[in-house]
């Protein structure tokens, strides 16, 4: 089957950790990547960001990376994308005539709008994963939300018109519904983790004695890592290791004085921006990776810690509602409230045998539900069901075949 993956501002080939850059382009290519395994021709349209980029490029066998000109060919913030939206679709429609996918996956609010453009004449299908609601921003960051002003309504256009809408878990299923789309319209596949790099097991860094907790993600105000920084204060001689950004980042600056307001400069170390394949090393060298954002539409990295064995400390929002289990592979606190994670904390440190038990079921969860490979399976189901609604009753299994109907059978849940 020949998928299209539009991704309009994260390309799977761009380095995580930017302002821009995070768990969607993991997710898009990790994704991409799992289904090419399965035999699938995976293409991913993403917006050119440089003169010098090629139309195309491949990922990896199965994965080609096309770099569609739309607007200005240099680096935009993702909420200045909207008005080049339009030439993005018409890209795409012109290519889509001459050869039509024969499903189209879009990632992200503006994706879909393109998707949904350039697919009208074509009528090819369209599944479509939001990765972020614009309702839920708005109500976290109020006036300091940048998003465009139409995103609500073209959100909820969007969710109208796809073929099936995935949401990546139950919480945002429980947001869609507040924003009237049909529970019939959705279906829950979560983010994966690539269990063959994130493991217990391998090298490790000596962050010296004491506990110590690490913090990963960009450097924005609602991941939350401030209320970590108050929290250590209550938990004496323990280090707290903050991966993420770059090191001049007005966030990574407030954040230090922070840590200085409450006295914990010393035991605060900022180390900017990690390479992904150095981010298993981080996490096999940490007690406890802590993740405390106001909210937080998945959370790919409780589960990346949660594959190498490590505990996790989060906050109950989104997705960490479905991945952590509380007093079996972490716990999940409110956010925002330093004093109980900061207890919770010391007692969890203070227990070394509940550690380990939750660091192995930790693990044990991460590969048994949350590998790539089941999610290709997951999402490659409901592409079966939405591609047989398409057709005739009468060809419906021989669609379902051609997919590979063995996939509901294995995964009778996925769909």
């Given at each position: ?26 997710h ?5 990547l799992?289904?090419a ?12 960001e ?62 879909g ?36 002003r ?5 959100e909820?256009?969007v969710?109208?018109?796809?073929d099936?809408v ?50 990963v ?27 993420g ?108 045998s ?13 590969r ?48």
């Open positions: 089957m020949k998928i299209a993956m539009v991704s309009e501002h994260a390309s799977p080939l761009a380095t995580v950790g930017g302002a821009d850059a995070g768990g969607q382009n993991v898009v290519a990790a994704l991409s799992a289904l395994a399965r035999g699938h021709e995976v293409t991913v349209y993403t917006r050119r440089c003169p010098s980029q090629p139309e195309e490029t491949s990922l990896a066998p199965g994965v080609t990376v096309v770099h569609v000109p739309a607007g200005p060919a240099m680096t935009l913030a993702k909420d200045d994308l909207l008005p080049w939206i339009p030439d993005f679709g018409r890209w795409l429609a012109r290519r889509w005539s001459a050869v039509p996918p024969d499903m189209v996956h879009s990632h992200f609010w503006m994706s709008l393109a998707a949904l453009a350039a697919a009208r004449d074509a009528a090819v299908p369209i599944v479509h994963t939001f990765h972020a609601l614009g309702t839920v921003k708005r109500r976290h960051q109020g006036t300091a939300d940048s998003s465009p139409e995103r609500l309504k073209i909820a256009m969710a109208c018109h796809v099936a995935v949401a990546t878990c139950a919480d945002e299923v429980a947001e869609l519904r507040r924003m009237r789309v049909p529970r019939h319209r959705t279906r829950v596949v979560p983010c994966g983790v690539d269990v063959s790099s994130f493991t217990p097991s391998g090298p490790r860094r000596d962050f010296g004695p004491g506990p110590v907790l690490l913090a993600g960009r450097p924005v105000p609602r991941k939350g890592v401030d209320t970590t920084i108050h929290a250590l204060a209550r938990i004496p001689g323990a280090t707290l290791v903050i991966a950004g770059d090191l001049d980042d007005p966030e990574v600056d407030r954040l230090s004085r922070v840590a200085a307001r409450c006295g914990v400069a010393d035991r605060v170390r900022f180390l900017g921006r990690v390479d992904r394949e150095n981010i298993p090393i981080l996490m096999r060298s940490a007690d406890v990776v802590v993740s405390m954002p106001w909210y937080e539409p998945f959370g790919i990295v409780p589960l990346e810690a949660m594959a190498c064995g490590v505990p996790v400390v989060a906050s109950a929002v989104g997705g960490h509602l479905d991945t952590v289990v509380p007093e079996v592979t972490g716990l999940l606190l409110p956010p925002r409230e330093p004093h109980a994670l900061g207890g919770a904390l010391r007692r969890l440190l203070a227990a070394p509940v550690l380990a038990a939750y660091g192995a079921a930790a693990v044990a969860r991460a048994s539900r949350y590998d790539w490979h089941r999610i290709a399976a997951q999402t490659t189901a409901v592409y079966a069901e939405v591609l047989s609604s398409r057709v005739p009753a009468r060809h419906a299994e021989s669609v379902r075949g051609a997919l590979g109907a063995r996939v509901a059978h294995s995964c009778p849940g996925a769909a």
